[in-house]
């Protein structure tokens, strides 16, 4: 028997904040049902706050629990600059 | 051309329209029942004794989740065997059901040992099954309504509970000008500070408990709770074994729950001027030294996100008139009327422009700038800030 893992991509827009949490859950959920590895692109996301960064943390240690990990694609500027003031920077596999 | 009806039926109609009057009379009994009373079993119980008497029945059954009867217990047994069975013997078996709100059904049943039901009863018991659905639902709502009251107020006593963790007094610190606020975007945040003044040092930890509302304020006592145990064991060896002792203590409970914190913690001696940082995610923290005023990044994620196995931690020496902001991204992310945030430089620029304020003066003047650039945009996120001036030991005795 062959296994073929996939990796899930998502991609954001707009502002990544308490109100765009749950659906980000479903959706993150959803696609580690398919593979351990996620793929969470942010260029184009202008904004994300605490609890956003809760759920891409909550995501990313799901993945790592399941054999892959979560990988944060080309953050937009201000993205980056939170990740780096919160240090989240090293918590993250970013590219 | 003129005809006479007959006595018998005018007899016929003349009862019929007795018949009609006493439904309606009846009816009207029925309705006033239910107006004065929100407990089911009372308001059920009420009703189909008022029925068993208007229908002049043995026994008369209500099947819902909690079944209601009234009658001889015999003539209850008869009824309950001829629903199940299909079997009235020498008695007769009427039955009604309506719908509830929740789509569950209900079922009235009455049984008569001695005469037939007639159609204005089989109406009359239709009746009977709407007022008890519409007696079941409003009691129902009405109980749902009471337990989401009790919920209620017990959330606002456990919010009010978990913001009485935050210290309400600042020490009276020589060397050492403080100021401390937080508020809450609802009745209950995650922001936290806290302090401690251990043999003339004081050790102060400012956080946030990622998400909002009850959750994030429950989390935030434990860590206030962690960090404080942290002060009082493990200061004498520095603001890094404090932040490894609270990492220990609430880590896996923070990850557990899919939270994190961002905290600050660290501890300036007066005496010895030193001031020694160790930072978990918090963000933004503002140094002034000699006038000039820089961020100060985070040593480390913020805790909850992975192990913190070694801890790092910044010391320098301040001079008077240095001083450490540390605030919450409430404050920097809150919105404005145009739809742009406060932001870090607003931040950084209100600071540096006000350098001989004491405190409570900076962090008055940054609250009130703050909300008058929320203008009429809702808070939306807690605001907290953490402010240690270095003065001259004599300045504030």
Request: proline share 2%.
């Given at each position: 028997m062959n296994i073929i893992t996939t990796v899930s991509e998502v991609e954001l827009q707009g502002r990544f904040d308490a109100h765009e949490a749950e659906a980000f859950r479903e959706l993150a959920d959803n696609a580690l049902q398919n593979s351990a590895d996620l793929r969470?692109?942010?260029?184009?996301?202008?904004?994300?706050?605490?609890?956003a960064l809760a759920e891409l943390v909550r995501a990313m240690k799901r993945?790592?629990?399941?054999?892959?990990?979560?990988?944060l694609v080309k953050p937009s500027a201000p993205v980056r600059v939170i990740l780096e003031l919160t240090k989240l920077d090293a918590a993250f596999t970013i590219v | 051309m003129?005809?006479?009806a007959p006595d018998s039926q005018v007899s016929l109609l003349a009862g019929a329209l007795v018949d009609a009057n006493d439904q309606l009379l009846a009816l009207y009994e029925l309705a006033s029942i239910t107006a004065d009373?929100?407990?089911?079993?009372?308001?059920?119980t009420r009703i189909l004794l008022r029925a068993q008497k208007l229908l002049q029945t043995d026994a008369l059954i209500l099947n819902t989740?909690?079944?209601?009867?009234?009658?001889?217990p015999s003539a209850i047994d008869d009824l309950a065997t001829a629903q199940h069975s299909d079997f009235a013997g020498q008695s007769v078996v009427a039955s009604s059901t309506c719908t509830l709100d929740t789509g569950q059904q209900i079922t009235v049943s009455a049984l008569r040992r001695e005469s037939e039901f007639g159609t204005a009863d089989n109406k009359l018991l239709d009746a009977v099954a709407t007022m008890l659905a519409g007696a079941v639902n409003t009691a129902r709502l009405h109980e749902v309504a009471v337990t989401q009251a009790v919920m209620a107020s017990d959330h606002?006593?456990?919010s009010q509970l978990a913001q009485s963790a935050l210290p309400r007094w600042l020490p009276n610190l020589p060397g050492a000008d403080l100021f401390a606020r937080s508020e809450p975007a609802r009745s209950a945040g995650g922001d936290l500070y806290c302090y401690e003044v251990i043999d003339g040092v004081l050790h102060f930890a400012v956080g946030d408990v990622s998400g909002k509302g009850l959750p994030a304020a429950l989390m935030m006592t434990n860590v206030i709770s962690a960090s404080k145990a942290a002060f009082h064991r493990h200061s004498s060896e520095g603001s890094a074994a404090m932040l490894r002792a609270v990492d220990l203590w609430v880590h896996r409970s923070l990850s557990d729950a899919g939270m994190f914190v961002t905290l600050l913690l660290g501890s300036f001696d007066p005496a010895s001027r030193e001031l020694q940082l160790s930072n978990a995610g918090h963000s933004p923290v503002f140094l002034e030294r000699n006038g000039v005023l820089e961020p100060r990044l985070a040593h480390h994620p913020p805790v909850g996100v992975l192990p913190i196995d070694e801890p790092e931690q910044s010391s320098e020496i301040l001079a008077s008139g240095d001083r450490l902001v540390v605030a919450s991204d409430g404050i920097t992310e809150q919105m404005g009327n145009d739809g742009g945030m406060f932001g870090d430089d607003r931040l950084h620029d209100l600071i540096d422009a006000n350098p001989k304020m004491s405190a409570a003066e900076l962090g008055a003047l940054l609250f009130d700038r703050v909300e008058m650039f929320a203008g009429t945009a809702p808070q939306g996120d807690d605001r907290t800030l953490f402010i240690v001036n270095a003065v001259p030991e004599e300045s504030n005795e």
């Open positions: 969470v692109v942010l260029t184009a996301v202008d904004f994300v706050d605490s609890t993945c790592r629990e399941a054999g892959g990990d979560l990988t | 003129s005809s006479t009373s929100l407990d089911e079993g009372e308001v059920v989740a909690t079944p209601y009867s009234v009658g001889e606002e006593t456990a």
